[in-house]
C-alpha cells in the first residue's frame, strides 16, 4: 500500500469507506516490522483498525490514524511523557487537541517515543531508549517531539501531534526532513498536555506537507474554556492561507541566526531557500537583533525554573510509579523521584529549583524575565516592518547518537534558533528545504502572533516551489538496535488499563 499524506489519506477515505481501516492496519504492520530499529513509538492502539472502520462516515477526517506525542493525554491509552515516573499512567480523559481530532474523526495510531518530560533535543533523553533518524538510524532525529517527527519520516504515520516549548517541534521536523509548525501562544489549548514550562509550552503538527499542518491547526485551533491561557482572538482561515499569493511580502533574515555558530553545509541550503524565496516575488532584507544572544541563558533559566515547579507533583501517590511504601514520607518521595526521574530531569530540576531560591531569584530568574522581555519587544518591532523572519531551524546536521549527550551544554547550544520565539510567544514553521550529506536541512520562518496564516502562506508557496510534499525517508546505513532497545520495545508495545488522576499542569 503506497503511504499517504494526511490529504491524500481523507481524499481516499472520502471516496472509500473500507480506505481508513486499510490503512490503520497497514500502518500498524510497518510499524511492527520497521520500528524496533527506530523506536519511534511506544505504544500502540491495537484497535485502531476498527476505530477507523466506525469512523468511516466522520468528517473530515474519516477515520484517518494520526500519531500523538507521549505527553499528550489520551482517554485509555498509556502515557508517560517519555519517563519512568509515570509508567502505567493510563490517563481517564483526552487533551483537547486530542479530543478534537477524534471529534473530526481521526484515530489514535500509538503514542511517541519523546524526550523525558520534553527536555531535550536529541530525542536521546527517553526512558524508553533514544528513537533514531530514519535518514541515517545513527544519528538522532531531534527532540523533543522525536518519535512524532520520525514516525512521520518514516511513513508510519501521515502525521503526527507534537508539543514546542522551546523547539520541540521545529527541531526534530528539520532534522527528518518534515513540516512542522509551533502555533502562538495561546493558539492550541493545552488542557491534557503534561507540563514542562507552561509560559512556553503549546502543542503542534508535524507532516510531510504544508496542507497536513493546515487540516490539523483548522482541527485544534481556538479557545478552549478547560484552559484558560487558550486565546479567544479569531481563528484565521488556515486551508485559503495555502492559496495565498506572497509576491510582494517583505521578509527579512536575522543576521546573527546565520552567522559564526551555524555549520557551513547548513548555511548554503537556508541560502539557497532563500534566493528560492526571493524567486517568489518576495522583498527579503536583512535584520539584525541585539538581545538574541542573551535568548539562550535566557530561556533555560525560565524553562528549569517552571519544570522545577510543574514537576513537582510526581510524588508516587497520585499516578504512575509507586514502588511499596516505607520509611517517613521524606524518604519514600525521595525513592520515588531518584528512580523515576532521568538525569536531564534531575539536572533540570536542580536547576530550576537553584534560580528560584533566596538569594538568586533576583539576580538569575528575575534577570531572566527582563531578558525575555527585551527580546520579545525586539521581535515584535521587527515583525512591524517585516511579515516574516527567517533563518535556519537548527544550526547543525543531526548529530551521531551520543555526540552530545556528554555535554548538556553542548545540547542546549542547538536550541539556539528556535528559543526567540519560544520566548516571545510567536508562531514559527520549520519548512524542509533541501540535504547536505544526504541530511535534511530545514529553514525557520517566525510570524506574528496569531498569524499562523502567513507561515502557512509562505510554507505552502517554498513547498510547491521545491517540488511538493516530503519524501519518505529512505534509510542509507541501518544498525541494528540494541537488545535493550528491543526488550523496552516489546515491553511497551501494549496498553495498560490503570485509571488515576492527571499530571498535566491544568487543573
Ligand atoms: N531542547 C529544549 C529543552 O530541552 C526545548 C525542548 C522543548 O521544546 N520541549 O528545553
Known sequence: MRIPTLWEAVREAESDPRYSEELAHHLLERIRSMDPSLNSFIALNDAAPEQARSLAGVGPLHGVPVA????????????????RILRGYVPPYDATAVARLRSAGAVVLGKTNMDEFSMGSTGENSAFGPTRNPWDASRVPGGSSSGSAAAVAAGLAPAALGADTGGSVRCPASFTGTFGLRPSYGRVSRYGLIAYASSMDQIGPIARSTRDLAIILSIVAGRDPMDSTSSPAPLQDYMGALERDVSG??????????????????????????????????????????????????????ASAEASSNLARYDGLRYGLSPQQSGDWRSYFAKVRGEGFGREVKIRIMLGTYVLSAGFYEELYLKALKVRRLVTDELSLALKRYSLLLSPTMPVLPPR???????????????VETVPASLAGLPAISVPVGRAAGLPVGIQLVGRSMDEGSLLAMSARLEEALGGPAPIASPRCSSPPSKYQVILASLHLSTGDKRSPSPTGIP
Do not use: C, N
Open 68 to 83: 500523538v506525542k507521549d505527553s499528550i493525554s489520551t482517554r485509555g491509552l498509556e502515557t508517560t511523557a517519555g519517563s
Open 249 to 302: 511580502w517583505k521578509v527579512a533574515v536575522v543576521k546573527e541566526m546565520v552567522g559564526p555558530g551555524v555549520d557551513d553545509h547548513v548555511q548554503r541550503e537556508f541560502w539557497r531557500a532563500v534566493d528560492t524565496i526571493s524567486g517568489l516575488g518576495v522583498d527579503v532584507e536583512e535584520v539584525s537583533l541585539r538581545w538574541l544572544d542573551e535568548a539562550l541563558a535566557s530561556y533555560y533559566v525560565i
Open 401 to 415: 547518537l551520543g555526540e552530545r549527550t556528554a555535554d548538556p551544554l553542548s545540547m542546549y547550544m542547538m536550541d
